[in-house]
């Protein structure tokens, strides 16, 4: 559907020919606020995708349309102005981006769109930067890396779109694979790819379509608390650097010296790693019961010791919890407002979601939206 869609579009636009790309969207498994705590995070790409089709067209001018938005963009290559629309600004940031590299990227015809839903938490951005990095690459013979194509997707929303988000949604988007996730180490940007092949479970997200202005306050006030407990600790213990280097023992014996806040703060971070590299060697095992447990886990943490959930999320949450459909449940995302992910058994996906949706409605007066995901691919060429 959306390939269709694109290929028409460019042939409309600009004719025949072309490479088309595609880079999907992320969803994070477990891991939550560790990224910038330099700990783990485990996501996985999924099927939907943003897919573009470019072509170079010997000139000097970028000259872009957007499906999902009818509209026409052009810019020069080496043009100093950011474009008024805020979604050739992901384009224009990755040429710029890529050309501070070294690289030389000339004038392209391009068409894109897809089926990433925006704004839900699967990072529909980085699935754009993605595919255009990789898509330029390909087409110009850059010769970058995945990582270099990650990091100027990064640094795209750093400083064309005002977003100071971590790598992890472009690497996903990069580096993912079908059947697997990867457990990313924030600290070192090494990775592992581990197993997952869920049968007879299914992966689902459930969008509370709230959007909490507190996000980004509460965000800057966490990544404070955070590092006051690793000032403390530091005093004591001097190699510690960041959370990842605190023990749970550590935490413990330092605890009367921080404020109460900060130390449920640090619990949680402390916790989350610790219940992502179980939850790794689950995987391992093939035992989704135990990976499943850590899920929940997370979520009483993001809620309880972290505070940055909201009643609607620990609501879903707390229903999957009750249901024996489900392995494990929890908040993804920043918080305060996005989806849970949920993993559930086959044979009751449509009861649990009928009933969830049923109950949610009920009590906030509009269903969740049901998003279905499977983990695929990373970004790639698609014939
Ligand atoms: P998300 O959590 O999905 O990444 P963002 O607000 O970071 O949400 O990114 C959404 C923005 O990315 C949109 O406002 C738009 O500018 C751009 N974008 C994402 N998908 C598309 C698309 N299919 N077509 C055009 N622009 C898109
Ligand atoms: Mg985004």
């Not at 790409?45 to 573009?52: D, G, P, V």
């Not at 001018?61 to 979604?87: G, H, K, M, T």
């Not at 992966?203 to 990544?223: E, I």
Request: aromatic share 10%; proline share 3%; charged share 25%.
């Amino acid at each position: 559907m959306t390939i269709e869609k694109v290929n028409d579009a460019f042939r409309r636009n600009f004719g025949t020919g072309g490479n088309l790309y595609a880079s999907p969207g992320r969803v994070n498994l477990i891991g939550e606020h560790t990224d910038y705590n330099l700990g783990f995070v485990l996501p996985g790409a999924i099927r939907q995708a943003i897919y573009a089709r470019i072509k170079p067209n010997g000139g000097t001018l970028c000259r872009i349309y957007s499906v999902d938005y009818d509209e026409n963009v052009e810019f020069d290559v080496a043009a100093s102005e950011l474009p008024v629309q805020q979604w050739a600004r992901y384009v224009y940031g990755v040429v710029h981006e890529v050309r501070k590299l070294g690289k030389s990227v000339a004038g392209f015809d391009c068409a894109f769109g897809g089926d990433v839903p925006l704004g839900a938490g699967l990072s529909s951005s980085a699935a754009f930067e993605s595919v255009i990095g990789y898509g330029l690459n390909d087409l110009f013979g850059l010769g970058l890396s995945r990582l270099q194509l990650a990091k100027a997707g990064q640094m795209t929303e750093h400083n064309y779109i005002g977003v100071r988000c971590g790598i992890m949604d472009q690497f996903a988007s990069l580096f993912g694979e079908k059947d697997r996730l990867i457990r990313l180490d924030c600290r070192s940007l090494e990775y592992r790819l581990e197993p997952f092949r869920p049968e007879g479970y299914r992966v689902l997200l459930l969008d509370t379509q709230v959007k909490h202005s507190l996000a980004s306050s509460q965000y800057n006030v966490r990544r404070e608390q955070c590092e006051a407990g690793v000032t403390i600790i530091r005093r004591h213990v001097p190699e510690v650097e960041s959370l990842r280097d605190v023990t749970p023992e550590m935490l413990e014996t330092y605890r009367g010296k921080m404020e109460d806040a900060v130390y449920r703060r640090c619990h949680y971070i402390v916790g989350e790693n610790g219940r992502l590299l179980k939850a790794c060697e689950a995987l391992e095992r093939g035992d989704y019961e135990t990976f499943g447990r850590q899920m929940f886990g997370s979520h009483e943490g993001l809620s309880r010791e972290y505070e940055v959930s909201c009643a609607e999320l620990d609501f879903l949450a707390g229903e999957a919890a009750k249901h024996s459909g489900v392995l494990g449940a929890r908040m993804m995302g920043g918080g305060f407002g996005g989806c849970t992910i949920n993993l559930v058994r086959e044979a009751e996906y449509e009861n649990l979601v009928g009933e969830l949706s049923e109950k949610y409605a009920a009590r906030f007066g509009k269903a969740p939206r049901v998003i279905d995901v499977v983990i695929g691919d990373g970004a790639r060429r698609v014939e």
